[in-house]
């Protein structure tokens, strides 16, 4: 389920209404398309429903959308979650807004937002280890577990409330106890968010794309780019060639990882520390291994098993002159969300998990740099078939996640 987004549009004036998904503006009125960025997390607020006497407070909850894993030594176990918390400490405040982040319309928070905002003090790293510590719907896992929280949007909801010798949830009127914010703590609305063309910063083209997805294509001078807080920035995709005519691109993430506490450097690092029943091959040692994960949604199961197999193929991919104009399914999972899904990946790698758990938990692995890799596939009666790996993904399982 998505929730209801709705903004002015920066054009023309007319109340647009958007996913949150969405990393394109389109205005179906005036047609401009802009990037939108932001620095950090994308904000959202609940407009306050009623009038109080009081200072507008705005009251930040952590909300994550996407998956979770739990990889124990003898299985794994996922689920699709939209949660959210609170993001600062305060009894007085509800934990959680339920399901207002889903079910009731939300702005974006913009520089000239009236009233005050509270900046989270509970880290994002925090809140997604709370969600995993209390699973709704899996039984607790006993012993060693690698988990993840991969997400297609971290973000944050502000809850506006008054706040006089009283809070009251600025919503229903709701009172929620004696005043408790201290007013010093709060400060105007951030500014971290950014509209800008989507005209190719090179020649001047359109750019095209999914409005949803962070990669966008000039078909006029080849070039791919990215949101950034100044409009488009440049990004280099590399693409696998296939013998036959493939009917659409898939996005991966190449993530190349810094291992601390094990060696993962090679790809004899990697049948080492997982005991891959593979024969060592003197390649192996001189051949660098970086994980592939999907960049699109897909079931977090599917995620898994793609991540694994295409991480063990290790396509070659390179950078094109010219871009194929065959299309390219929108790249939505951003590279910082990729990151946090390698320790289970490499866990799920594993024939034998159990001795590998306390050396990945022992260590940790840093990001290092990424790249998005176009897979082609064939059309199906009802699977895109990728044919040099042998792998087919079902229709449906992509239709579904664009709708997610
Ligand atoms: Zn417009
Ligand atoms: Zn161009």
Known sequence: MTGHLSHQCPQCGAPVALEETDRIFSCPFCQVRLFIHSSGP????LKPRISHPGTL???PYWRFRGNAFVLGPQNTQHKIL?????????????????????????????????????????????????????????PAQRGPKLTACVGDN??????????SHELVDAITGEHLGPAS???????????????SSTLCPKCGWDLIGDRQSLVQTCPHCDTAWEPGPEGGQPITPHFLHTQEKPDIYLPFWNLSVQARGFRLQTWADLIRLTNLPRALLPWMESTAFSFRVPAFKIRPGLFLNL???????????????????????????????????????????????????????????RAGEAS????????????????EMNMAIQKNALFWSTTL
């Open 372 to 387: 998005i890799e176009y897979l082609p596939f064939v059309e199906g009666p009802r699977e895109f078939v990728q044919p």
């Open 154 to 163: 971290l973000s944050l909801v502000y809850q506006p409330v008054f706040q």
């Open 181 to 195: 914010i201290d007013p010093s703590e709060a400060q105007k609305a951030p500014g971290n968010l950014k509209f």
């Open 82 to 138: 939209d949660s959210n918390l609170l993001a600062v400490d305060n009894p007085a405040l509800p934990p959680s807004l339920g399901l207002r982040a889903q079910a009731m319309e939300l702005s974006f928070v913009e520089p000239t937002t009236e009233g005050l905002f509270l900046p989270p003090t509970i880290p994002s790293a925090d809140f997604k280890s709370r969600l995993l510590r209390a699973l709704p719907g899996l």
């Open 307 to 365: 991540s694994a197999q295409v991480s063990l193929y290790q396509p070659e991919a390179p950078a094109l002159e010219i871009l194929p104009r065959t299309p390219l399914h929108p790249v939505t999972l951003p590279r910082e969300e990729a990151f946090q899904a390698l320790p289970v990946v490499l866990g799920r790698l594993a024939p034998a998990r159990k001795n590998l758990f306390p050396k990945i938990q022992g260590g940790s692995l």
């Open 57 to 59: 407070i705005h009251v």
């Open 42 to 45: 994308f904000e959202y607020r």
